[in-house]
């Protein structure tokens, strides 16, 4: 007998692609990590130059490490400075394939994310030949209320930890909805469609991948 959860994430997978296609997206549904690697790697010509915003999706499937060994990349990482890792950050909204995962997205095929310094937000909307978005489905929620709140409560609780800032969920792992400093929600954008047409390409995982 098959397993439920394969099944259910299969055919809520099914249902997303709809959605998101509804919506102007490219979509696709891998069942695996690999299976989404290799969708990835056939999206993005051999010749393009790529970034990407902080995600762990793309990391966790493999992809991060294969763009870095095969393709001329932009990538903030190398930056010696905290002024050099901001003007490459600056160079990366003009590449040809962008990468990141959302926070959230709702079971209508909208996003949902939530930035610190917008270079994410930036990309998805504007700049990028393609932007090309790893989600696992543990990130689906049932609307935009819901799947902002999972941004804030979920996403960037986890997140926070990754940069060890003083916010108070740092401390107790609950959004407090700060306006500190050092908060890392200060952009949150929803992207309802895709607009040209197809230049965003979701590619949903049924597994769990990122925060």
């Known amino acids: 007998m098959a397993d439920p959860r394969t099944e259910r994430n299969a055919v809520l997978g099914a249902t997303l692609v709809k959605k998101l296609q509804a919506r102007a997206f490219d979509a696709y549904y891998c069942a695996t ?10 999206l993005i010509p051999k010749d393009d130059v790529i970034s990407w915003g902080g995600s762990v999706s793309i990391a966790e499937i493999g992809l991060l490490d294969y763009v870095r060994k095969n393709y001329k990349c932009i990538d903030r990482d190398a930056a010696k400075t905290p002024e050099e890792r ?15 995962s959302t ?3 709702t079971t209508d095929g909208e996003l949902v994310n939530i930035d ?8 998805m909307i504007y700049g990028p030949k393609q932007v090309i978005v790893i989600a696992g489905l543990n990130k689906v ?3 935009l209320h819901s799947a902002i709140d999972r941004a804030h409560t979920t996403a960037a609780a986890i997140n926070i930890q990754r940069f060890g800032a ?8 609950v959004c407090a909805n700060c306006n500190l400093a050092d908060t890392i929600c200060n952009y949150i954008v929803v992207t309802r469609r895709s607009k040209p047409a197809k230049k965003i390409k ?7 991948i990122g925060f």
Do not use: H, W, Y
Not at 116 to 123: E, I, Q
Not at 166 to 173: E, F, I, L, Y
């Open 166 to 173: 003083k916010t108070p969920c740092a401390s107790t792992g």
């Open 202 to 208: 979701v590619i949903l995982v049924g597994e769990d």
């Open 116 to 123: 610190g310094n917008g270079n994410r937000c930036a990309a």
């Open 141 to 143: 929620t049932g609307n």
């Open 33 to 42: 990590k690999e299976e989404a690697l290799q969708q990835a790697l056939a």
């Open 103 to 105: 926070n959230a997205m």
């Open 86 to 100: 901001m003007e490459i950050m600056r160079k990366g909204l003009l590449c040809d394939t962008f990468l990141m």
